[in-house]
Structure formats: structure tokens, C-alpha cells
């Protein structure tokens, strides 16, 4: 990992999700939550039992799914809590019903929904980018009606000389053409350019490939995954941490 600060590029391909604004992180927090609202359908299993069980599976799922599911996300968590539920039936727990995964699924999509928000300073530290000259595109993957009403809702448009939502355009991180696409947009080259946002594959490994310089965001300060191969050509834990002057 390089920390030394170096000059600013000409361009910034910036992720949109838990990099701008906290949105899917700490699941197990929301997981946690929505299980203790339904904890009386749910007894007698425990809340915490539940929330782990469907956690694990989900991230299993979404480990090795195709990219399409991204388009689908809220038929994804109806399957992610049913292959939860199934999971505790089949350790010798109660049988939980597909209408009550379907209902606590739809609940956890709606709560994650309303929870997001932008993450303090990051505005801020894009309209600095922007007033120094540097373009700007917004690069996120997900479902086009979803993502672009979270471009508007939280006023990232006017900020952004380019907007790249993957269900816009029909393809999306970690394709070459994604980061090929944007830089094109912007009109730089790989070496003019970094990459920023929260996930390795998507932020790190493919843009280093292609040239660009990457930046992990670690948000929680939670650190590389353990026995990680990937290495960042830096990490941060805000986007201000990028604007010269600021702590």
C-alpha cells in the first residue's frame, strides 16, 4: 500500500454505495434489527439465530451469483431469507412459512432503503474535486430505477460530468469496458485516472489491471480481509481524506 499523498489525477471514477453514501454495509445490524421486529412470528427461534442464519446464506449466495441478480435485488432477498428459513429447517428447527420470508425480506429492503444517507464530508470533498478541475463520473452497479433514484435523491447529478448506472448501460463492474466506458466519457487514459470505492474486486483488482491507480475505501476501518492477495494503491476511510489540506 502506497500512503504518501500524490498529486491529484485528472479524472476520479467514483463508486456510489458505501463510498458516497452508507448503504449496504454492516448487514448483520440490519438483519439483526429486522428480526427482532418479527420476533413473535419467528419464536420460538430466536431473533439473533435467524438473522445469522439468513446472513450466512446470503452471503454465500451473493458470493457466487450471477451479475443479473443485481438487477433483481428485492426477488433476491425473498430467495436469500427462503434459503435461510430452509437452512433452519433442515438443522431440525421449526419450519418457518415462504409468506413470512417474503414479508421480512420485503421489510429489510425497505429499511435499508430508508437508512441510507450520505456519508458526512463527501459532497463536500466532490464539489472540491470539482472546483480543482478534475472530471468526475459516478460508476455503480444495480438496478437502473433503483440506483438512478438514488443519484437524484441524494443530489449527486449536477456533481458528476458522467453517470454510469449498470443497469443503464447494460454492463458494469468488474468488466474492463465498465472502467473503458467511463474513462472514454471523461476522455483520459488509465494513467490519468483513479479509481475509488469499497469493493476489491470491483474497485481495486480489475482497475490496477487496466492501469488505473485504485483506492480502497474501508469505510469501518475494518482492514484487508485476512490472507487478502489484493493491495491497494491506497486506503482511505473518507473521501475527504483524497482533498489536499484536510486531516
Same mark, same amino acid.
Given at each position: 500500500?502506497?500512503?504518501?499523498?500524490?498529486?491529484?489525477?485528472?479524472?476520479?471514477?467514483?463508486?456510489?454505495?458505501?463510498?458516497?453514501?452508507?448503504?449496504?454495509?454492516?448487514?448483520?445490524?440490519?438483519?439483526?434489527?429486522?428480526?427482532?421486529?418479527?420476533?413473535?412470528?419467528?419464536?420460538?427461534?430466536?431473533?439473533?439465530?435467524?438473522?445469522?442464519?439468513?446472513?450466512?446464506?446470503?452471503?454465500?449466495?451473493?458470493?457466487?451469483?450471477?451479475?443479473?441478480?443485481?438487477?433483481?435485488?428485492?426477488?433476491?432477498?425473498?430467495?436469500?431469507?427462503? *434459503?435461510?428459513?430452509? /437452512?433452519?429447517? @433442515?438443522?431440525?428447527? %421449526?419450519?418457518?412459512?415462504?409468506? +413470512?420470508?417474503?414479508?421480512? =425480506?420485503?421489510?429489510?429492503?425497505?429499511?435499508?432503503?430508508?437508512?441510507?444517507?450520505?456519508?458526512? *464530508?463527501?459532497?463536500? /470533498?466532490?464539489? @472540491?474535486?470539482?472546483? %480543482?478541475?478534475?472530471?468526475?463520473? +459516478?460508476?455503480?452497479?444495480? =438496478?437502473?430505477?433503483?440506483?438512478?433514484?438514488?443519484?437524484?435523491?441524494?443530489?449527486?447529478?449536477?456533481?458528476?460530468?458522467?453517470?454510469?448506472?449498470?443497469?443503464?448501460?447494460?454492463?458494469?463492474?468488474?468488466?474492463?469496458?465498465?472502467?473503458?466506458?467511463?474513462?472514454?466519457?471523461?476522455?483520459?487514459?488509465?494513467?490519468?485516472?483513479?479509481?475509488?470505492?469499497?469493493?476489491?474486486?470491483?474497485?481495486?483488482?480489475?482497475?490496477?489491471?487496466?492501469?488505473?491507480?485504485?483506492?480502497?475505501?474501508?469505510?469501518?476501518?475494518?482492514?484487508?480481509?485476512?490472507?487478502?492477495?489484493?493491495?491497494?494503491?491506497?486506503?482511505?476511510?473518507?473521501?475527504?481524506?483524497?482533498?489536499?489540506?484536510?486531516?
Amino acid at each position: 500500500m502506497t500512503t504518501a499523498m500524490r498529486p491529484l489525477p485528472r479524472a476520479m471514477l467514483i463508486d456510489m454505495d458505501d463510498t458516497i453514501l452508507s448503504a449496504y454495509g454492516r448487514p448483520e445490524i440490519a438483519w439483526n434489527t429486522i428480526t427482532n421486529e418479527f420476533a413473535e412470528e419467528l419464536a420460538p427461534l430466536q431473533p439473533q439465530q435467524v438473522a445469522t442464519t439468513v446472513l450466512a446464506f446470503a452471503k454465500n449466495f451473493w458470493a457466487n451469483a450471477d451479475a443479473s441478480w443485481r438487477m433483481k435485488l428485492a426477488e433476491a432477498r425473498h430467495l436469500t431469507v427462503k *434459503g435461510g428459513f430452509a /437452512a433452519l429447517a @433442515a438443522a431440525g428447527h %421449526r419450519a418457518l412459512p415462504d409468506d +413470512l420470508a417474503i414479508r421480512l =425480506a420485503d421489510r429489510f429492503t425497505t429499511y435499508r432503503e430508508e437508512a441510507i444517507f450520505v456519508f458526512p *464530508g463527501a459532497h463536500d /470533498a466532490i464539489d @472540491a474535486f470539482r472546483a %480543482r478541475g478534475i472530471k468526475l463520473a +459516478l460508476v455503480t452497479n444495480g =438496478a437502473a430505477d433503483m440506483q438512478r433514484a438514488k443519484v437524484e435523491r441524494f443530489e449527486l447529478t449536477h456533481r458528476f460530468d458522467h453517470i454510469q448506472i449498470e443497469g443503464e448501460h447494460g454492463f458494469g463492474k468488474p468488466e474492463e469496458r465498465a472502467y473503458l466506458h467511463a474513462m472514454e466519457a471523461l476522455g483520459v487514459t488509465a494513467k490519468d485516472t483513479w479509481m475509488i470505492g469499497d469493493n476489491l474486486e470491483w474497485e481495486v483488482v480489475t482497475p490496477q489491471r487496466l492501469g488505473i491507480y485504485a483506492i480502497w475505501i474501508d469505510v469501518h476501518g475494518d482492514g484487508l480481509p485476512e490472507g487478502s492477495t489484493v493491495r491497494p494503491d491506497r486506503i482511505i476511510r473518507s473521501l475527504t481524506e483524497l482533498v489536499p489540506g484536510r486531516p
